[in-house]
Each structure stands twice: as C-alpha cells, then as structure tokens.
C-alpha cells in the first residue's frame, strides 16, 4: 500500500517557468489537498477537492491550479513560478466524514530562482 | 473550523512527561480535536484526535477538557525522537483543514 505518492521530490525552477507537481494515492480518498510550508512556518492550505471534477481554495491558493479528473489523482500546477514560491508543498488525502485521519505524502522541495 | 492556540515552544527532559496544551475556546458540538506532528521537514504524522473523551493509543494520551475548550497532548515518557513540532487541529472532518503553526517541542537529554 503506497499511501500518498508525490512526485518531483526536487525540483528547481527558474523564474516564469511552470510546472506541475504530481499527488497520487491509492486509498481511494474521496478528500484530498495541498499544502505549502516555507521554513519555519506551519503548514498554509493551498486547494483542496472533495471528489473527482470539484475543487476548491483554501488559503493561499493565489498562483496555483488544480483539477481533479479522478479519484486518485491531484496535481498542482504552477502557471508562472515565482520566487515567492519556493517551498515544500504537501500533499495529503483522507476519507470524508467525522474523526477521519489525514493521510501525507513526504513532501515535494520547490527551488525558484 | 475552529481556530486553536498554542505556546510557540515548549522544552522537557528525556523520560519525562510532555505535556502540549491547546486552547480551542470556539470549538462547536461536532468538531474533534486532532494531533498531529512534523519531524524536521517531513509530512506531518497523525498521534491522536478525539471528540469529547479522553483517547489514549500507542503513542499518546488526549485529554479534553468537559467544556471541550481546551485540551493536552501527553508523551508519557519523551525521547529525543520526540522533537518534533506538535499540531493542534479543530476539524468537524470538515474539507479546509487549516493547520496553524503548531509547538516546536524540544526534548533534551
């Protein structure tokens, strides 16, 4: 059982480019979500989905998007990469309902320069 | 989902009891109570959570005040494998879980 599988584990930007950080999970989640934590800072909330085809911003959702064409998958995409955006970003999912776990992936390090 | 206050730092010895409070004075009738923690900069990991009893499991004892406002995360015998920064979250299992900036807890030898 994988859990929540992020992929790049690295990877370094330069300025204006864009890329897209890939979340799978195999627990067939219905709820899943992203994260950024800049260093010493706690974790800052950036889409979340609550099934396939619905989305949504949390907190910091300025300069990402997000779908979600299946259960499985949440990729984050950054349209314009700004330095501002160097980060860990988190992925995480959970089944929906009270008293339920989030479940995390071992984080993805973004480098823009 | 409620917002929970807690001390930006706390220290305890090796072997002792770590005791990690959280104010949650707006908490409402079904939000539970989770912990969670972050050892050096990976995924936060589940300890805990409870609704209005205390919990206690493998690694962690909870314990929620009557009027549910606050509650304290016990490691009943820290190790230096503890350090780690400690996240209290209010969550009706609801979809925007906001994670604030959590303890650092620092165990020494």
């Known amino acids: 059982n994988a859990g929540v599988t992020q992929t790049p584990k690295f990877q370094v930007l330069k300025t204006g480019q864009s890329m897209t950080l890939q979340c799978a999970q195999d627990m067939n989640h219905e709820y899943m979500s992203w994260y950024r934590q800049d260093p010493g800072m706690g974790l800052r909330l950036i889409h979340y989905s609550v099934g396939a085809g619905i989305t949504d911003q949390g907190e910091v959702p300025n300069g990402y998007n997000v779908s979600r064409s299946t259960t499985e998958d949440f990729p984050l995409r950054l349209l314009s990469a700004a330095p501002s955006q160097t980060s860990v970003y988190f992925c995480?999912?959970?089944?929906?309902?009270?008293?339920?776990?989030?479940?995390f992936g071992e984080g993805s390090w973004l480098t823009v320069v | 989902d409620a917002k929970t206050t807690q001390p930006p730092s706390m220290d305890c010895a090796e072997g002792r009891a770590a005791n990690l409070p959280c104010n949650h004075s707006?908490?409402?009738?079904?939000?539970?109570v989770y912990w969670y923690r972050q050892i050096h900069s990976q995924g936060p990991q589940y300890i805990i959570h409870g609704l209005k009893n205390n919990e206690t499991n493998e690694m962690a004892s909870l314990i929620i005040t009557e009027d549910r406002k606050s509650s304290t995360l016990i490691l009943p015998h820290a190790t230096l494998r503890d350090t780690a920064v400690y996240y209290c979250i209010v969550s009706p299992g609801g979809f925007k879980t906001i994670f604030g900036a959590g303890t650092r807890l620092f165990v020494k030898a």
């Open positions: 707006t908490i409402s009738g079904n939000e539970y």
């Open positions: 995480a999912s959970r089944i929906t309902g009270f008293g339920n776990t989030i479940y």
